[in-house]
Structure formats: structure tokens, C-alpha cells
């Protein structure tokens, strides 16, 4: 049963334009929303985090946009560059101490020039 | 700035060998998480800790086994390895992840590969 799930499992964009990575969960428990951006034979990074709290939160190019009636969001990097190139991964973790992270499958995101 | 540290690298072992993953999680970070990556799979997680005491657990089969020392380093040992254990894994680290929104911080990872 998968409870983060990343519906698209590749994004092809030019560079320059607005990149949108969704991710819904069907477990209301999450409090806490990760996305990781991972290239080939390197651990997954950190981008950005939203806490269920929040509908939004920006850093730099990245913006994450939660809508918990939905259990849905969305990550927007703009403008999208070639360096964005990656697999980005969704996350969420269980509110009430369990610590772990709960991963979707990824998209892959490619950035043409 | 110092990350968390994997090693080895790259592992190639045997069926029914046994092989012992290391993580050296970042200075004063409290926490150390255990994923396993199948290839085209996402991150599963196997197992944490907290100060040492085994903290949360997932889907970590029987054969495999993980502790976390003085010092916070943590090891995942596996025996009886099977071709299905191939796999990356990662370690990640974090500082009261679970009381203060933070990140957890991951590896490079180390690729495991049962011949």
C-alpha cells in the first residue's frame, strides 16, 4: 500500500519554464512534507520541507504547496534549469514521534536547454 | 561541511555471505535512519536510532541486524545475503527530527551487489 504516491514517473521541460512535480498521500497522520532531489549513485538531498501547518513555503526557485483537504502537493521550480536534472522524491512523516520518512517512487525530472 | 559519511562504497558479495554496512552520521546529530533502494524502487525504510536504542523499525528482514554505538556511528550487518538484497542503501542522520521540523541528512550511499 503505497501511502505517498508520485503518479508521474518522468518530466520533461525546457529550461527557463516552470517545472510542477505533484505528490499525493492517503495518510492523514503526515505532519511534516519533505522533497528530496537525488542524482544517479548519490544519496537523496534535502531541497525544501513544508509543515502541515502551511499551505506554502519558498526558497530561492523552489516552492512547496500543500492542500491537506486534497492530501496533495506539488513542488514549483522556476525558472527550471539543466542543473535540475535529477530524480526528486516526495516524503512525508508520521505525526506522534515516529521518526521515519515514508518515500513516493520519484519523478524524474529532465531540464532541456 | 561534514556529511554523512558511508562506507564502503560499493560491495560485491556472495550468496549466503555476510556484509556489514557503516554510517558515520553528522558531528552532534542524535539519529540515524537505514534505507534500502532496490533498483527503480523507492527508499524503504529499514530501521532507526535514537541515542543508541533502536528507535523504529520497517521492513528489515530477519537476517539483517543494525546497532548504534558510543560514538554514533551505526552499522547494518546482513547475513545470509541473497541475490534479492542487492540494493542500494542509504543512511541518513538528523538532530530531534521528530521535535523540530528538520531534515534528515543522507549518505551517498553504499551499492551492495549479490553475486
Known amino acids: 500500500d503505497q501511502q505517498v504516491k508520485q503518479n508521474s514517473p518522468s518530466l520533461s521541460v525546457q529550461e527557463g519554464r516552470i517545472s510542477i512535480l505533484n505528490c499525493d498521500y492517503t495518510?492523514?497522520?503526515?505532519?511534516?512534507f519533505l522533497w528530496y532531489k537525488k542524482y544517479p549513485a548519490e544519496g537523496p538531498t534535502f531541497l525544501i520541507s513544508?509543515?502541515?501547518?502551511?499551505d506554502k513555503n519558498e526558497d530561492g526557485r523552489f516552492t512547496v504547496f500543500l492542500n491537506k483537504s486534497a492530501k496533495h502537493l506539488s513542488l514549483h521550480i522556476v525558472p527550471s534549469q539543466p542543473g535540475d536534472s535529477a530524480v526528486y522524491f516526495c516524503?512525508?512523516?508520521?505525526?506522534?514521534?515516529?521518526?521515519?520518512?515514508?518515500f513516493g517512487k520519484g519523478t524524474k525530472l529532465t531540464v532541456n536547454p | 561541511a561534514a556529511g554523512v559519511i558511508q562506507s564502503p562504497r560499493h560491495l560485491i558479495k556472495e550468496k549466503r555471505e555476510t556484509a556489514t554496512l557503516k554510517c558515520y552520521p553528522i558531528?552532534?546529530?542524535?539519529?540515524v535512519y537505514w534505507y534500502q533502494q532496490g533498483p527503480g524502487q523507492d527508499p524503504q525504510f529499514l530501521i532507526s536510532f535514537y541515542e543508541k536504542m533502536q528507535s523504529d523499525k520497517g521492513s528489515i528482514p530477519d537476517r539483517f541486524s543494525a546497532q548504534q554505538f558510543s560514538d554514533y556511528h551505526s552499522e547494518l550487518n546482513m547475513s545470509s545475503l541473497e541475490l534479492g538484497d542487492s540494493a542500494l542503501y542509504f543512511c541518513?542522520?538528523?538532530?530531534?527530527?521528530?521535535?523540530?521540523?528538520?531534515?534528515?541528512?543522507f549518505g551517498q550511499g553504499t551499492r551492495l551487489t549479490v553475486v
Open positions: 516524503a512525508a512523516r508520521v505525526q506522534g514521534g515516529s521518526e521515519k520518512l515514508v
Open positions: 513544508i509543515s502541515s501547518i502551511k
Open positions: 558531528p552532534r546529530h542524535d539519529t
Open positions: 541518513a542522520s538528523s538532530s530531534l527530527f521528530w521535535i523540530a521540523n528538520t531534515e534528515a541528512f
Open positions: 495518510n492523514s497522520m503526515f505532519d511534516y
